[in-house]
């Protein structure tokens, strides 16, 4: 017989890696979720950027269930049908002329940069292995996407970490140029830094990476783990800005909840992935696959990426009028529906207070550090939901401000 489980079962029986809020989230439904007590919380954090159609869409629950009563899981032994479709499909909605599947992020990344390595080694020699990424960066918690990413407090005390990686300066040119060299495999940028505080990257900066990578005879990658499936208002953030880079990561969004992640690549950098060089168990798994194929024939739909910038408009508007009133956020920023809002500095440091009272008015966010509150709402969030989150919301800062 199964037992109870409450809040308190978490400090009991898991790691203590995480802090969860204070309510079990027990059912899902577009951007409203409820409680175990039946209390329901509009949802403006999407599961960080993932679920990207909201909770339980009906053509995702329709994909999935469909699959799931046809065929779960083969090995890479065989290929499947929902992998190739959903690759053929990313193959000819972005720059990609060939695709690797796995379960995360972090995972697309360790791909990504085990590819980086291993294409200087194949054509260049062992000396180009080095490996650039901005301070402040994202790329996962494997070991060597823990390194790559460029936050010193999450490789304490995990040492030693793998070698031939540095770091630059997030928008900043001359940072990368005074790093780059014929020893560079790789230039890793996420287009916005989303963990990092929501920050976009200048166009005059990715436009210089793509240079300099050129010029040096390195790969440029574009992690758009939490950019990437529609969140920027293009399918992927890159064609916001023009610059495309040699191999790009993707996974959050693409399962819109469903564990998937994908490296996105040329034909030419990926045939450096020959057979036995890398691989997953999961990697491609037709439930995923499913899922995430279905997730790109919506979110590419026209009228999907027109919402998210209508939608993006209406809830920054929004949080910049809540928080020049309150005098709680500095600036509203971001791309599209990923949007982060920076604390002034009477509240600086405080984010995760404004988290906490949005959370006792019934409404869910994310911080970005502790200076950056965090919205990443389902792509397909009503009107009515945002101007409901947003009254929360007013209500919490009132709440914090009195
Ligand atoms: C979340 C994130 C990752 C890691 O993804 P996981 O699925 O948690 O492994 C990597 N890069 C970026 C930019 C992210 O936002």
Known sequence: ???????????????????????????????????????????????????????????LVAALTEQA???????????NEPALKLASLLVEKT????????????????????????????????????????????????????????????????????????????NDIESLEALISDATCAVVVEPVQGEGGVLPANQ???????????????????????????????????????????????????????????MLTTSKVGASFVVGTHGSTYGGNPLACAVALRVIEIVSRQETLDGVRAKAARLSRGLSELGERFGVFESVRGMGLL???????????????????????????????TNVVRLAPSLLVSDADIDEGLSRLERALSRLTR
């Not at 009563?69 to 065989?78: D, E, T, Y």
């Not at 304490?156 to 770091?167: M, N, Q, S, T």
Request: proline share 4%; net charge negative; charged share 20%.
């Open 95 to 170: 720059f990609a002329e060939r695709v690797f599947f796995c379960n995360s992020g972090a995972e697309a990344n360790e791909a990504a940069f085990k590819l980086a390595r291993k294409y200087a080694s194949d054509h260049f020699g062992a000396h180009k292995h080095e490996i650039l990424s901005t301070r402040n960066s994202f790329h996962g918690r494997t070991l060597f996407t823990v390194s790559v990413g460029g936050q010193p407090k999450y490789t304490e005390g995990f040492a030693p970490v793998p070698a031939g990686i540095r770091h630059f300066d997030y």
């Open 69 to 79: 009563g046809q065929l779960w899981h083969v090995s890479n032994v065989f290929t």
């Open 339 to 369: 949007l982060g809002c920076v604390l002034t500095s009477a509240y600086a440091g405080r984010a995760r207070d404004v988290l906490k009272a949005a959370e006792e008015e019934g409404l869910m966010l994310l911080v970005a550090g």
């Open 204 to 262: 005059a900066f990715l436009e210089a990476a793509r240079a300099l990578c050129d010029k040096h005879g390195a790969l440029l990658i574009f992690d758009e783990v939490q950019t990437g499936v529609g969140r920027s208002g293009s399918l992927y953030a890159y064609m916001e800005y023009g610059v495309t880079p040699d191999i790009l990561t993707s996974a959050k969004s693409l399962g819109g909840g469903f564990p998937i992640g994908a």
């Open 1 to 59: 017989m199964s037992q109870a489980v409450t809040r308190s079962t978490f400090d009991e029986v898991m790691v203590p890696n995480y802090s969860p809020a204070g309510f079990i989230p027990v059912r899902g439904e577009g951007s409203r979720v409820w409680d175990q007590s039946g209390r329901e919380y509009v949802d403006l954090a999407g599961g960080i950027a993932v679920n990207s159609l909201g909770h339980c869409h009906p053509e």
